[in-house]
């Protein structure tokens, strides 16, 4: 029954380039397409009805779905693959109920790994078509950040790297918080801190930064302001995003919000509804179709 009530829905869904009345019928209504224990049948104009009231989201994924299909770099099996391997994981740990309260069935959480996954492969192919935009919107850089709680093991981190250390181990050898990763950032990335932003804006080469000091100030359980220093030394590996290209496509993406990404793909292919309840549902959330 999943199989009809999906392909049921993508026939009410139709991609056309001709505008004309948003008016559909369907055809052989009266067909019984399943008949219920107590005898009543459940028709195709049943289904119809029933398609027509789903929610928007519904329907635009089953339009994603369809138009992710057309591009060859979209693989819905290696997509299935990574779902069923994430779900026995965490069936292996105890969360199979938890997972169904959540998503009501263990298929559903497939679904929706599917459906968001679909989003976002969709939304790589968005940056790559309009990589240039974006990237000028954007200024991403690839980078290295190490943070330490004092301002002579900072130092020594750069005084290693420049003795001939690679940034990563000059950082973990001084006790830097955390070992630090080669890591594309943006413009908007909340996850700098206001110094470590102002440093990489405004300087335009690559390397290996000055100390960054960086004050955060909290309120102490007897209600005194209590600050402590975090010093941040950043490599700068390169401002140019052809050199990494790949991991800026993938980390635009991500920020690329999912209503930009349906937008953009349903005026690429020109989605029309030639049924007027359905033209209403959809167009109301994407102007797009207008």
Partial sequence: MKKIMTLALSLLILCACASGNIYSEVSNKDEA????????????????????????????????????????????DEMRKQAEEDLEFYKSIGYESYLIQSYGS????????ISSTTVFELAKIYVEEN???????????????????????????IDDFNAGSTFDMAAVNNNSATAPQSTVYLDSDLSLDYEVKEYVNETNGVGISTIIPHTTTT????????????????????????DFHDECVETLAYSVENDTTIKYFFKKHDIKFFDQDLYKLMSEEYEVLH
């Fill in 131 to 157: 990589f240039e935009t974006l990237v000028s919107e954007n200024s991403p850089v690839k980078m290295q950040v190490a943070s330490f709680s004092t301002e002579e093991d900072a130092q020594k981190c």
């Fill in 219 to 242: 309120t102490g359980t007897d209600g005194e302001t209590v600050e402590s220093m975090t010093y941040y030394v950043v490599n700068i590996e390169s401002r140019n995003a052809e």
């Fill in 33 to 76: 397409l399943y008949t219920g224990p107590n005898g009543v049948a459940f028709t195709r104009s049943d289904l119809y009805k029933t398609m027509k009231s789903s929610s928007v989201d519904t329907i635009s994924a089953v339009i994603l779905k369809d138009i992710a299909s057309h591009y060859d770099s979209i693989d819905f």
């Fill in 106 to 113: 263990l298929e559903a959480y497939i679904d929706l790994y």
